[in-house]
Each structure stands twice: as structure tokens, then as C-alpha cells.
């Protein structure tokens, strides 16, 4: 079966780090693109980043220029690296696998049961 556990969360300060990783199994890891999404208290989902299987990676405007995402394939691993961290970061953190089949997209199929980012002094 798929699994995709998260971990690296926790509490720190405004202008702190974090890096989160995603261990992933079940499935061809270094085939398949793979997103993180977050969602602070009370409010909905937000995209963060995707890195795809040949390694390009995109943000969302909000993060951009603080966060890095990478991949390890021999690790079967998704990493995001956070910096300089704001309480506006403050959310559970998914990481997600992108279905993909003959080259189209269908959306997230499996998730992660997220990691918490708490940002505050």
C-alpha cells in the first residue's frame, strides 16, 4: 500500500527553520511528482510546492524565496526546507503523491496525515 509519513514539525520562533521530511513507500517514488499542501487553523487547504519526477519545482507566490523543496530517490524522501519562518506559517503540513497517468494529471491521490508547523514567540 501507499504511505506517505511526514515528520520535522514542531514549535519555533518567528524567523526560525524547519525542514520536513516525507518518507515515502509502496509505490515507484522516483516516477511520480509529488506536492506539498498546508492548512492553518481554521482555514482551507493551500498549495505550497510541487517538484515533479525530472526535478523542476514551483511555489506558491507566499513562500517563495523562504522555502526549498527537493527530492532524495534513493531515499525515497520529500524534503521541504522552511525559512525564516512567520506565525502566518503556522499550519499542518501534507505532503502528497500526484497521480499521473499516460502524462495527465488527476490531482492528489494519496496524502500524508501531516506534520504541525506552529510559529510563534
Known amino acids: 500500500e501507499v504511505q506517505l509519513v511526514e515528520s520535522g514539525g514542531g514549535l519555533v520562533q518567528p524567523g526560525g527553520s524547519l525542514r520536513l521530511s516525507c518518507a515515502a513507500s509502496?509505490?515507484?517514488?522516483?516516477?511520480?511528482?509529488m506536492t506539498w499542501v498546508r492548512q492553518a487553523p481554521g482555514k482551507g487547504l493551500e498549495w505550497v510546492s510541487t517538484?515533479?519526477?525530472?526535478?523542476?519545482?514551483s511555489y506558491n507566490e507566499s513562500v517563495k524565496g523562504r522555502f526549498t523543496t527537493s527530492r532524495d530517490n534513493a531515499r525515497n524522501t520529500l524534503y521541504l526546507q522552511m525559512n525564516s519562518l512567520e506565525p502566518q506559517d503556522t499550519a499542518v503540513y501534507y505532503c502528497?503523491?500526484?497521480?499521473?497517468?499516460?502524462?495527465?494529471?488527476?490531482?492528489?491521490?494519496?496524502w500524508g496525515k501531516g506534520t504541525l508547523v506552529t510559529v510563534s514567540s
Open positions: 509502496g509505490f515507484t517514488f522516483s516516477s511520480y511528482v
Open positions: 502528497a503523491k500526484e497521480l499521473q497517468i499516460d502524462g495527465f494529471y488527476f490531482g492528489m491521490d494519496h
Open positions: 517538484i515533479t519526477n525530472g526535478g523542476t519545482i
